[in-house]
T-cell receptor, first 112, second 112 residues
Framework: GQQLNQSPQSMFIQEGEDVSMNCTSS?????WLWYKQDPGEGPVLLIA?????ELTSNGRLTAQFGITRKDSFLNISASIPSDVGIYFC????????????FGTGTRLKVLA | KAGVTQTPRYLIKTRGQQVTLSCSPI?????VSWYQQTPGQGLQFLFE???????NKGNFPGRFSGRQFSNSRSEMNVSTLELGDSALYLC???????????FGPGTRLLVL
């Protein structure tokens, strides 16, 4: 199935460091969503973005909807051990059909 | 507001059997999407139901089917199970217009 390009695929960081990940696509999206998934659980919605250029924060998380509507990034500031998990982006498109397309995921590991 | 619920949470079946999974969306949500998640393939879209009609379908064989009831609850059925069907099956509910999508905890299916 179709998936978005998400990078990096995985990263090890030290506790307290900032983290940045992004998703890119050749298609335009109307909505960008960012999720975090813990092992064996369903993804939990972190941030939703609805307009090109929009910058939204949720605690230590900040995400932006790219101005071209083809990309989005997520920043995590001052990482802590519980930030460990897989982060997914998802873009919603109405082109052709209404559906979400997911990124391949970024696996984050935080070293205490 | 109660979140998305899925039953059962865990299931063990043998090859050739069939299985039915259930998903109850967030109250007021009319869209239910189903995804298959495996370590190697990531999140793969199965299908989406909106107001009891299948609106989108992913690239899965006809052994995978679903339906949605008038109360928006949805079921997914897999017939003639194969070993490769072992996965975490996630459902997600939303309003249908792309604003947000919330996932349930998933049903972990093991096919022996």
């Amino acid at each position: 199935g179709q998936q978005l390009n998400q990078s990096p695929q995985s990263m090890f960081i030290q506790e307290g460091e900032d983290v940045s990940m992004n998703c890119t696509s050749s298609s335009i999206f109307n909505t960008w969503l960012w999720y975090k998934q813990d092992p064996g659980e369903g993804p939990v919605l972190l941030i939703a973005l609805y307009k090109a250029g929009e910058l939204t924060s949720n605690g230590r998380l900040t995400a932006q909807f790219g101005i071209t509507r083809k990309d989005s990034f997520l920043n995590i500031s001052a990482s802590i051990p519980s930030d460990v998990g897989i982060y997914f982006c998802a873009g919603f498109t109405t082109s052709g059909t209404y559906k979400y397309i997911f990124g391949t995921g970024t696996r984050l590991k935080v070293l205490a | 507001k109660a979140g998305v619920t899925q039953t059962p949470r865990y299931l063990i079946k043998t090859r050739g059997q069939q299985v039915t999974l259930s998903c109850s969306p967030i109250s007021g949500h009319r869209s239910v999407s189903w995804y298959q998640q495996t370590p190697g393939q990531g999140l793969q879209f199965l299908f989406e139901y909106f107001s009891e009609t299948q609106r989108n379908k992913g690239n899965f064989p006809g052994r995978f089917s679903g339906r949605q009831f008038s109360n928006s609850r949805s079921e997914m059925n897999v017939s003639t199970l194969e070993l490769g069907d072992s996965a975490l099956y996630l459902c997600a509910s939303g309003t249908g217009g792309g604003e947000t999508q919330y996932f349930g905890p998933g049903t972990r299916l093991l096919v022996l």
